[in-house]
T-cell receptor, first 110, second 119 residues
Framework: KNQVEQSPQSLIILEGKNCTLQ??????????LRWYKQDTGRGPVSLTI?????NTKSNGRYTATLDADTKQSSLHITASQLSDSASYIC?????????FGAGTILRVKS | GAVVSQHPSWVICKSGTSVKIECRSL??????MFWYRQFPKQSLMLMATSNEGSKATYEQGVEKDKFLINHASLTLSTLTVTSAHPEDSSFYIC???????????????FGPGTRLTVL
């Protein structure tokens, strides 16, 4: 069964701290893996997209890693800001469909 | 580039009425559009896939007669929730894709969502 599991479900960190979100998947065939940021009441916005051959990709303070052998990905957020508070969704593309993780809700406190 | 809009952003309606939600690709032609539903604290669930000029393909468990989808042009798809009931209250999000556009990874671009509340 195609699944994407994310951990933790939720996370609270202090402003300025770093954090890492995890994503494990069992999607086949595998096309690419995406991380999205979804603010409350808004649609998802793409942060990174990685194919099978890409191990890491950065977008500003966001750095995603991918281990296609173990089918794991992580999203590292550096020097967190209050505006980083959102749901972060890991999405794996397999064929023509996207398989969504349940998301990690991140709250950054001042 | 690659902007997708939705209208309205939120709507409140009475039980039994129908509601239409529009999804537009503003700066590219979307041969394929997707409709998702998201309940609180849950992830997006695909409802249907629509290709311009043809009938939508619905996911298992989604009633096609209740959720009418029209994709009459390359920039507009509409979702009509017919005879809405309180259990249809949800966040509806569309996304758009054009494989011929040159966007990398065959990417889907998401709209901002529409919050539907059925009283």
């Amino acid at each position: 069964k195609n699944q994407v599991e994310q951990s933790p479900q939720s996370l609270i960190i202090l402003e300025g701290k770093n954090c890492t979100l995890q994503c494990n998947y069992t999607v086949s065939p595998f096309s690419n893996l995406r991380w999205y940021k979804q603010d409350t009441g808004r649609g998802p916005v793409s942060l990174t997209i990685m194919t099978f051959s890409e191990n890491t990709k950065s977008n500003g303070r966001y750095t995603a890693t991918l281990d296609a052998d173990t089918k794991q990905s992580s999203l590292h957020i550096t020097a967190s800001q209050l505006s980083d508070s959102a749901s972060y969704i890991c999405v794996v593309s397999g064929g023509n469909k996207l398989v969504f993780g349940a998301g990690t809700i991140l709250r950054v406190k001042s | 580039g690659a902007v997708v809009s939705q209208h309205p952003s939120w709507v409140i309606c009475k039980s039994g009425t129908s509601v239409k939600i529009e999804c537009r690709s503003l700066d590219f032609q979307a041969t394929t559009m997707f409709w998702y539903r998201q309940f609180p604290k849950q992830s997006l669930m695909l409802m249907a896939t629509s290709n311009e000029g043809s009938k939508a393909t619905y996911e298992q468990g989604v009633e096609k007669d209740k959720f009418l989808i029209n994709h009459a042009s390359l920039t507009l798809s509409t979702l009509t929730v017919t005879s809405a009931h309180p259990e249809d209250s949800s966040f509806y999000i569309c996304s758009a894709r054009d494989p011929a556009s040159g966007h990398s990874y065959n990417e889907q671009f998401f709209g901002p969502g529409t919050r539907l509340t059925v009283l």
